[in-house]
């Protein structure tokens, strides 16, 4: 069974990997940024889906320790890729709900880039609408410092939560993602429509759009069309373990 038991031994034996997949150019193909993305096998070997496990972290109170352990391990191997003199990128780390209600983050990612000596571009937050659903004063507190740092905070799953849309403007934040399941309707006239009308709603506040979930040249085609110039998906790439990604960047 996959427990918090199981999940809190994870963390002591050091038993989650990250992977990256690249947020690309649309036009040119090339890697512009990378998402992190956490992965886990059991004890048989078998992978554990993280939308499980980062379910399961957030019911029992692990949220803000499973989004440190991530957290470290990129900024760890950032600080390794530079060390040996290879290029990196910005990595995008996905945030809980919870810890991006938390005062303590940004201090921690403050004092991990310190530790590190990795600079605060290198690193980028991922947070779902969901997250942000009630703009509390310590979640527009963290955006605000957070900016301050230069560290960019994107809208995970945009579209998707039952938000509306009025958090947007009394938000800091410096992009959305459109979600896959958009993406997948994008060559039917309706799915065109809402996709568009996404892109529009981020041009409108001066918000970069990342489109998720790309795994056609079609849906390609159509991002470009409508001004979406950045993306991710198994068109470009699947998730890649860390050194994996860095060393196609590094050789292309
Ligand atoms: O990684 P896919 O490859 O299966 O991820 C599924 C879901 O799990 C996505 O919603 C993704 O954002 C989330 N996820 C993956 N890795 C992490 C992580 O390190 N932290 C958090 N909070 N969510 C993650
Ligand atoms: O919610 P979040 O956006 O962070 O989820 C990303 C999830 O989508 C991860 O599970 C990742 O592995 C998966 N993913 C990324 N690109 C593609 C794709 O092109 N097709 C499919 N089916 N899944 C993808
Ligand atoms: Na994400
Ligand atoms: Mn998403």
Redesign the pocket.
Request: proline share 7%; net charge negative.
């Given at each position: 069974a996959h427990t918090e038991q199981a999940l809190r031994r994870a963390f002591e034996c050091d038993l989650?990997d990250?992977?990256l997949?690249p947020k690309s150019c649309l036009a040119t193909a090339s890697t512009l940024g990378f998402?992190?993305?956490?992965?886990w096998n059991d004890e048989q070997g078998n992978p554990v889906?993280?939308?499980l496990f980062?379910a399961i972290?957030?019911e029992t109170g692990l949220?803000a320790e499973?989004?440190r352990y991530?957290l470290r391990k990129v900024v760890s191997s950032i600080s390794d890729t530079l060390a040996t003199g290879q290029q990196c990128r910005t990595v995008a780390?996905?945030?809980?709900a919870q810890h991006f209600n938390d005062h303590q983050l940004v201090d921690h990612v403050s004092s991990l880039l310190n530790e590190y000596k990795v600079p605060a571009s290198l690193i980028e937050l991922?947070v779902?609408e969901s997250a942000i659903l009630s703009v509390t004063p310590k979640v527009q507190d963290n955006l605000l410092r957070l900016r301050e740092l230069g560290i960019r905070v994107s809208i995970?799953?945009f579209g998707t939560g039952y938000s509306s849309l009025a958090y947007l403007k009394d938000l800091n934040v410096d992009a959305i993602k459109i979600d896959k399941s958009f993406v997948d309707h994008i060559e039917e006239e309706n799915g065109l429509q809402l996709v568009k009308a996404i892109i529009s709603i981020a041009q409108s506040l001066n918000l970069d759009v990342i489109a998720e979930g790309i795994e056609t040249e079609q849906q390609k085609q159509h991002l470009l069309r409508n001004g979406c110039v950045i993306g991710q998906g198994f068109y470009f790439s699947k998730?890649l373990p860390f050194q994996e990604a860095v060393n196609k960047l590094n050789l292309s």
């Open positions: 989650i990250v992977y997949q998402e992190a993305l956490a992965r889906s993280p939308v980062v972290a957030e949220g499973l989004d991530i780390v996905n945030i809980t991922e779902t995970d799953d998730p």
